[in-house]
């Protein structure tokens, strides 16, 4: 049986890449109005795989007030860290893998603390 983490990866999965567009990817790193909307869109994303897998595990009520700073807490987490991966990388395997890593590791908190 998945647990909370399983959906949360299922939310990245799809906030972050399902549903990134060739424009978004590619204008992120200039343009902070296409940043902020793939973020939206992400948390959002997130917010709605993460309620799904609490309802479908019999887990607490979602989303509580904890809920709600812990995802205001990763938007603004991934906002900074596509900002620094678009314009202070080269944009590599090397960095993508990095921050793939660091999106993983702070669902994986999220997972730890709710």
Known sequence: MPDTLFFLILGHIFGDFALQTDYMAKHKGTNKAVLSLHVFIYVVTVAAFWWLGEFLLGQRPFPTPFA???????????WLQDQFKSTKTNGGKHAFFVDQAAHLAVLYIIRIIY
């Open 68 to 78: 709600g700073a812990i995802l205001a807490t990763l938007y603004v987490q991934h």
